[in-house]
């Protein structure tokens, strides 16, 4: 991991993406948990990424910057107050597969 010393000369962008990569294997993924619309999780930080994350919903650009790694199709959808390095994302759950009401037959 870097020191804090010696990333007080690096430029902002440099200091970001070395904090981002020596934190990056701490960030937690929760279970997807669902409601009849969408499929939730979140994301725990390490409390020492929490000054990356901005006080408004995240891009998708913005969030995967930050070193979040998940599937197509997720969106950073609440900010969480009382703990800013939870992020909050959701997703429409897939279709399900059309039912004709008819039994299948087989040979």
Same mark, same amino acid.
């Given at each position: 991991?870097? *020191?804090?010393?010696?990333?007080?000369?690096?430029?902002?962008? =440099?200091?970001? !993406? =070395?904090?981002?990569?020596?934190?990056?294997?701490?960030?937690? /993924?929760?279970? !997807?948990? $669902?409601?009849?619309?969408?499929?939730?999780?979140?994301?725990?930080?390490? !409390?020492?990424?929490?000054?990356?994350?901005?006080?408004?919903?995240?891009?998708?650009?913005?969030?995967?910057?930050?070193?979040? =790694? =998940? *599937?197509?199709?997720?969106?950073? /959808?609440?900010?969480?107050? &009382?703990?800013?390095?939870?992020? $909050?994302?959701?997703?429409? !759950?897939?279709?399900?597969?059309?039912?004709?009401?008819?039994?299948?037959? /087989? &040979?």
């Amino acid at each position: 991991m870097t *020191s804090a010393s010696a990333m007080v000369d690096m430029p902002r962008g =440099q200091k970001e !993406k =070395q904090l981002i990569a020596a934190y990056r294997e701490r960030i937690r /993924y929760s279970e !997807k948990y $669902c409601d009849d619309t969408h499929e939730y999780r979140h994301v725990i930080l390490p !409390k020492e990424l929490k000054r990356l994350v901005p006080n408004r919903i995240m891009s998708e650009a913005e969030w995967r910057g930050i070193g979040v =790694q =998940q *599937s197509l199709g997720w969106e950073h /959808y609440m900010v969480h107050s &009382p703990e800013m390095h939870v992020l $909050c994302f959701r997703r429409p !759950k897939p279709a399900a597969a059309p039912r004709s009401g008819f039994r299948p037959t /087989y &040979p």
